[in-house]
């Protein structure tokens, strides 16, 4: 079946660090990726798409990499922030649109002064 | 700027009874979409409408029911509710079906 995975440990860095979360999928092929932050209480907010055949995609300190051979995505945030603590949604776009859009279940990132 | 407005925010209610959770976005876009949310697995997709007058079943359409008689609004009715739809509901909208989601505050349903 298809499946998403994001590591479901929270992961806490200090700050200043550059903060790598992980989204790993199977049995998929995407046509698109994109990275959502969620704070608490709040919906989820767009950050970055990155296509099939694009292998990375950099917005200010975030950035994005896609690698079809492997079935990953990795998100890195350079220089990090408190401010930046948050949990992070993957989601997979097939090449049919959002009626089978599937969120990964979120990393939580901890900054720490 | 508002964006998408859910609402209630919070509601607790007894097993059986009808509910329905409004969504209303100022957009003008064309698709708008259902998802659940609970803790550790993630949003999962309930129901979608790629434009007004079209809707579409998505992962766990079991249970809620959706209608898209205008652009703007698209309302969740749980028929009657059962205690495993406790969960954490949030609208979302794109321009069309292929482009970023736009997602509103949630919808807290507790159902005892």
């Known amino acids: 079946s298809q499946k998403i995975e994001q590591n479901s440990e929270a992961l806490n860095i200090q700050e200043g660090k550059t903060a790598t979360l992980t989204c790993n999928y199977t049995n998929y092929s995407p046509a698109y990726l994109q990275w959502y932050r969620q704070d608490p209480g709040r919906g989820p907010v767009f950050l970055l798409l990155?296509?099939?055949?694009?292998k990375e995609k950099r917005k200010e300190r975030l950035k994005v990499t896609f690698d079809t051979t492997l079935k990953q995505s990795l998100f890195h945030i350079t220089a990090s922030q408190p401010a930046d603590s948050a949990t992070y949604l993957c989601a997979l776009v097939p090449s049919g649109g959002y009626n089978k859009l599937i969120f990964g279940a979120g990393t939580r990132l901890a900054v720490h002064p | 700027i508002a964006g998408i407005t859910q609402a209630p925010t919070s509601q607790i209610l007894a097993a059986g009874r009808r509910m329905t959770l409004r969504c209303t976005q100022d957009?003008?876009?064309?698709?708008m979409y259902w998802y659940r949310q609970d803790l550790g697995l993630g949003l999962r997709l309930i129901h979608y409408?790629?434009?007004?007058?079209?809707?579409g079943k998505g992962e766990v359409p079991d249970g809620y029911s959706v209608s898209r008689a205008n652009t703007d609004d698209f309302p969740l009715t749980l028929a009657s509710a059962v205690p495993s739809q406790t969960s954490v509901y949030f609208c979302?909208?794109?321009?069309?079906?292929?482009?970023?989601?736009?997602f509103g505050e949630g919808s807290r349903l507790t159902v005892l």
């Open positions: 990155i296509r099939e055949n694009e």
């Open positions: 957009m003008r876009h064309n698709a």
């Open positions: 409408s790629n434009t007004a007058g079209t809707t």
């Open positions: 979302a909208s794109s321009v069309d079906s292929t482009g970023e989601l736009f």
